[in-house]
């Protein structure tokens, strides 16, 4: 496989500035607890851009994983990172070119247990018990925390990119869309998902034994090739 476009500036960016506002954040509050007994608030505001960044580094080591998993393909594929299409939040994680098709793959890095339902998402925690503050145990009943649908997010970007390489190469195409956990440790409940749903290691044989569903020539694929690498951000 070849590597058209390295990872971009996306997560690192978010990365660096996360950490930023928490250590501003941190001093902030360490000079109020001093001074003003405030402190605390501006302490716990820090932690949460430290939790943020975190979140993010960990996508950034998952987006790793999904290249490194990826170079096993041969050189009729190619592989542009962080796609960020004009008019457009946030970015692709991955776009993959090749002789069976236009991939659009969605990296997270997610562990514990994650439930699907249709495009609705769930991380879920079982029930234990816990030790107060006080020293008392007390049990924390299980639940569901809704998270970002990742199926929605993908196809949402499927779509806007499939408008905008149509419209610049007057031709109608089709993109696969894959979501891919690549934490080895993450438990998928997956209940009538709407898009292609895999663990890291099921990627490679995914993408070889794919069918197009319409077929692009070499020709049109140098072509979409040229159109991402002009954008701006490439």
């Known amino acids: 496989m070849r590597i058209l476009k390295e990872k971009g500036e996306y997560l690192k960016k978010q990365i660096k500035s996360n950490n930023t506002i928490a250590i501003i954040l941190l001093i902030i509050g360490l000079v109020t607890l001093i001074f003003y007994g405030l402190g605390i608030i501006f302490t716990g505001i820090s ?3 430290f939790v943020k960044s975190n979140q ?3 996508g950034q080591d998952g987006e790793n994983l999904i290249i490194k998993c990826l170079k096993k393909l041969n050189d009729n594929y190619q592989l542009i990172n962080d796609v960020v299409l004009p008019e457009s939040y946030g970015n692709i994680d991955h776009l993959l070119l090749g002789p069976n098709g236009v991939f659009v793959i969605e990296t997270k890095n997610y562990n514990g247990e ?3 339902n249709g495009d609705e998402w769930y991380n879920h925690y079982d029930g234990e018990v ?3 503050m006080k020293g008392r145990p007390y049990y924390k009943p299980g639940r569901d925390y ?3 649908s990742p199926s929605k997010q993908i196809k949402k970007n499927a ?8 419209k610049e190469l007057n031709k109608k195409i089709w993109i696969e869309v894959v979501v891919v956990f690549t934490n080895p440790e993450v438990n998928l409940e997956l209940n009538h998902p709407t898009v292609p749903i895999l663990k890291i290691n099921d990627v490679y044989n995914y993408i070889k034994n794919k069918k197009a569903k319409i077929g692009l020539s070499l ?6 090739e ?3 690498l002009g954008l701006k951000n490439a």
């Open 47 to 49: 932690i949460y851009f």
């Open 56 to 58: 993010y580094k960990k």
């Open 114 to 116: 994650i439930i699907c």
């Open 130 to 132: 816990k030790i107060s």
């Open 146 to 148: 809704d998270i970002k």
């Open 159 to 166: 779509a806007k990119l499939k408008q905008f390489i149509e």
């Open 219 to 224: 020709k049109d694929l140098e072509s979409i």
């Open 226 to 228: 040229r159109i991402i």
